[in-house]
Nanobody, 119 residues
Framework: QVQFVESGGGLVQPGGSLRLSCAAS????????MGWYRQTPGKQRELVAT????????YVVFSVKGRFTISRDNAKNTVDLQMNSLKPEDTAVYYC??????????WGWGQGTRVTVSS
């Protein structure tokens, strides 16, 4: 079983930056596509970025394209999300997990880290 601990969230003004970090434990995630998700109250969890096991190929949803960058360190079993030019609509709780929702459901979710973008 894999456990995730997300960190790095906080309150930031519009246009600001944050770097989220995710530490996986219990098992190596180095061979899996990993992703960052976000969720706001009353809405489904949304996958915003994925990264292949090698770290070579990444994907971000259109709404964060050019602003968010996902990266990973397989030696440390970590996945990061660099968020720049933050907007109020980026406000959410952010989670990391498998890029496959079915596997993410099996692994279970961490506590997430809250990001609030507000002036």
């Amino acid at each position: 079983q894999v456990q995730f601990v997300e960190s790095g969230g906080g309150l930031v003004q519009p246009g600001g930056s944050l770097r989220l970090s995710c530490a996986a434990s219990g098992s190596s995630v180095s061979t899996y596509v990993m992703g960052w998700y976000r969720q706001t109250p009353g809405k489904q969890r949304e996958l915003v970025a994925t990264i292949t096991s090698s770290g070579i190929t990444t994907y971000v949803v259109f709404s964060v394209k050019g602003r968010f960058t996902i990266s990973r360190d397989n030696a440390k079993n970590t996945v990061d999300l660099q968020m720049n030019s933050l907007k109020p609509e980026d406000t959410a709780v952010y989670y990391c997990n498998s890029g496959s929702i079915s596997r993410a459901t099996i692994w279970g979710w961490g506590q997430g880290t809250r990001v609030t973008v507000s002036s």
